[in-house]
């Protein structure tokens, strides 16, 4: 089994194995669900901001106003204001 772009690192005591980048949830979800299919055992997913773990409900949260303030952005930007 290959999997590309598994990054390590220590947090405190603990050492941290990643594999992929996302920005969305469901993205993560996805890419979780395809380990799984390849037989990696429990895979699961994990928020990351500057090389440390963070809440992943928090992680969310932040996302999704991102989100929202990006679209904000760009309908302010459609209408030319």
């Given amino acids: 089994m290959k999997i ?17 980048r996302f920005d969305n949830y469901d993205a993560a979800k996805s890419y979780r669900d395809t380990l799984a299919a390849m037989n990696v055992p429990s895979p699961f997913v994990v928020a990351i901001n500057q090389e440390k773990k963070v809440p992943l409900k928090q992680a969310i949260s932040y996302t999704k106003k991102k989100m929202a303030a990006k679209k904000e952005k760009g309908k302010k930007k459609k209408q030319g204001k």
Avoid: S
């Avoid at 590309?4 to 992929?20: C, H, N, P, S």
């Fill in 4 to 20: 590309e772009g598994i990054k390590e690192f220590r947090q405190g005591e603990l050492t941290l194995m990643t594999a992929g």
